[in-house]
């Protein structure tokens, strides 16, 4: 299993960045995938995923300002990030599991960390005031 983040950079607050997550050595359209993010002296946490099935969960903290998507056939792995805050500002992440779906959530309402096996180097999200 491969996982490849690309997209990240420095915007200002209010803006938009979309991250993309090339996915390579394994069945694609059975997996789980999320996006998970952590900042500097923090735990990580989950962003947002979507199921083998195409059921979506997001964080409290990022419904409606984030979208997840994916293109099976592109076996790419998609994180829309509008409305973005300072506080957005991480090491973001993306992640894959076998199992088809997150088993649990953080503490935040994202898919928990815990869920999945496989992930990328991550790609720097900043935001600044």
């Known amino acids: 299993v491969q996982l490849a983040e690309s997209g990240g950079g420095s915007v200002q607050s209010g803006g938009s960045l979309r991250l993309s997550c090339a996915a390579s050595?394994?069945?694609?359209?059975?997996?789980?995938m999320g996006w998970f993010r952590q900042a500097p002296g923090k735990g990580r946490e989950g962003v947002a995923g979507?199921?083998?099935?195409?059921?979506?969960r997001y964080a409290d903290s990022v419904k409606g300002r984030f979208t997840i998507s994916h293109d099976n056939a592109k076996k790419t792995l998609y994180l829309q990030m509008n409305s973005l805050k300072p506080e957005d500002t991480a090491m973001y992440y993306c992640?894959?599991?076998?199992?088809?779906?997150?088993?649990?959530?953080?503490?935040?309402?994202?898919?928990?960390?815990?869920?999945?096996?496989?992930w990328g180097q991550g790609t720097q999200v900043t935001v600044s005031s």
């Open positions: 992640a894959a599991s076998d199992g088809g779906s997150w088993y649990a959530l953080d503490s935040g309402g994202g898919p928990h960390p815990a869920s999945f096996g496989y």
């Open positions: 050595g394994f069945s694609y359209s059975s997996y789980c």
């Open positions: 979507i199921d083998s099935g195409g059921s979506r």
